[in-house]
Nanobody
Framework: QVQFVESGGGSVQPGGSLRLSCVVS????????IGWSRQAPGKEREGVSC????????YYADSVKGRFTISRDNAKNTVYLQMNNLKPEDTAAYYC?????????????????WGEGTQVTVSS
């Protein structure tokens, strides 16, 4: 049974940091590209970042470049998203994603494994 357990979300003030984690069970991440997507209320889901199978290619949405860092620990079957200098516009539900070895928005279009989401709220 495939299961994603996301954690690390919460409320933070602008300029703060959060680290999201996603522990995956039911399959090994070694053969999958991984990523994070987000959806704010009333907005479409947005692909935030993804990382290739071999960890040699990353993608970041323009809105998070220089502030967010994606990583993985295959030994722990875990995906991370370090989020620094958070802004109110980063407020959204964040979803862990696994899928084929594609880059950019194509990854999110064809990804076939999605978590349930963890809420991030940035507010003063």
């Amino acid at each position: 049974q495939v299961q994603f357990v996301e954690s690390g979300g919460g409320s933070v003030q602008p300029g703060g940091s959060l680290r999201l984690s996603c522990v995956v069970s039911g399959f090994t991440l070694d053969y999958y590209a991984i990523g994070w997507s987000r959806q704010a209320p009333g907005k479409e889901r947005e692909g935030v970042s993804c990382l290739s199978v071999s960890d040699d290619t990353t993608y970041y949405a323009d809105s998070v470049k220089g502030r967010f860092t994606i990583s993985r620990d295959n030994a722990k079957n875990t995906v991370y998203l370090q989020m620094n200098n958070l802004k109110p516009e980063d407020t959204a539900a964040y979803y862990c994603v696994a899928g084929p070895n594609l880059v950019g928005q194509n990854f999110f279009h064809f990804a076939d494994h999605w978590g349930e989401g963890t809420q991030v709220t940035v507010s003063s």
